[in-house]
């Protein structure tokens, strides 16, 4: 399906890429420089993350209105890994006519917001990461409305008819599931690992999985806790009219029960 998209239009969100961003995201001798200077070439970039950077999510005091005092509070790790992220959603389009993308966007980041304070509560040592992997893990269902808008609405519309999740009535309708095209542009952009793998199998048990990384494993489960939490408390709305599972099978992975999200929730809300 992608394939024959990107063949008919080299100007779709498949066929573009973040390259310097994800460049600098790989390269570990990359500085806060350098991502400033990639800043200084997109105005419409920083002022989109700036304005993530001001979210109370953050509390940073008072106003940032420049990168350099956003790299003293956040580090570079995290102001590197929000870059990447807007960047990689600056590539879409943002006109749908039966789907909010202001609710999904508030979905994404929702899930990236749970997905973080999962990650430091657990002790996983890149928090800020699984941020980025929880804001891009629906990233296939973007690219699905824009080379097939009218097979994302069929699945949409039968997720909420029938109350099911995004992916299952993906399946009832044998549509290329969404994870699957999410991790093909963000293998085509050479976006990290452990992105990749947290947009593929973020609906999957990888536990028992043997070609993933045990490394990787905790970011995925990371996001699979957060993406379902964040459909539980209804924030924000992803075309996934489940209403959410969370259960010991997401619980029992990152040593966490269901006490332990009181805090994770409220965080979210904040």
Same mark, same amino acid.
């Given at each position: 399906m992608i394939e024959a998209a990107c063949a008919c239009n080299r100007s779709c969100c498949c066929c573009k890429k973040p390259t310097k961003v994800t460049e600098l995201i790989n390269d570990p001798n990359s500085s806060s420089g350098d991502i400033a200077d990639v800043l200084k070439k997109d105005q419409v970039l920083t002022a989109k993350v700036l304005k993530l950077i001001n979210s109370p999510y953050y509390g940073i005091p008072g106003e940032v209105t420049d990168i350099k005092r956003a790299l003293a509070y956040l580090g570079f790790n995290t102001l590197a890994q929000l870059v990447l992220s807007v960047s990689v959603i600056s590539l879409f389009s943002e006109k749908s006519n039966r789907f909010s993308l202001q609710d999904f966007w508030k979905h994404a980041l929702g899930t990236a917001v749970a997905s973080e304070v999962i990650a430091?509560?657990?002790?996983?040592?890149?928090?800020?990461?699984?941020?980025?992997?929880? =804001?891009?893990?629906?990233?296939?269902?973007?690219?699905?409305?824009?080379? /097939?808008? @009218?097979?994302?609405? &069929?699945v949409t519309d039968l997720s909420e008819k029938e109350k099911i999740s995004f992916q299952e009535a993906e399946r009832r309708l044998?549509?290329?599931?969404?994870?699957?095209?999410?991790?093909?542009?963000?293998?085509?952009?050479?976006?990290?690992?452990?992105?990749?793998?947290?947009?593929?199998?973020?609906?999957?048990?990888?536990?028992?999985?043997?070609?993933? =990384?045990?490394?990787?494993?905790?970011?995925?489960?990371?996001?699979?806790? /957060?993406? @379902?939490?964040?459909? &539980?408390?209804?924030?924000?709305?992803?075309?996934?009219?489940?209403?959410?599972?969370?259960?010991?099978a997401l619980l029992k992975p990152l040593g966490l029960t269901e006490a332990d999200l009181i805090p994770i929730v409220e965080k979210m809300k904040a």
């Open positions: 430091k509560r657990i002790g996983y040592p890149k928090p800020e990461e699984c941020f980025t992997c929880g =804001l891009l893990h629906d990233i296939g269902k973007i690219v699905l409305m824009q080379i /097939a808008p @009218q097979e994302f609405l &069929r044998e549509v290329p599931g969404h994870g699957y095209l999410g991790e093909y542009i963000a293998d085509k952009w050479q976006l990290p690992m452990v992105i990749r793998m947290s947009i593929r199998y973020h609906h999957a048990d990888v536990s028992g999985m043997e070609t993933m =990384l045990e490394s990787i494993k905790p970011a995925v489960q990371t996001v699979a806790l /957060a993406n @379902q939490l964040v459909v &539980r408390e209804n924030i924000g709305y992803s075309g996934d009219a489940s209403g959410g599972l969370v259960n010991a």
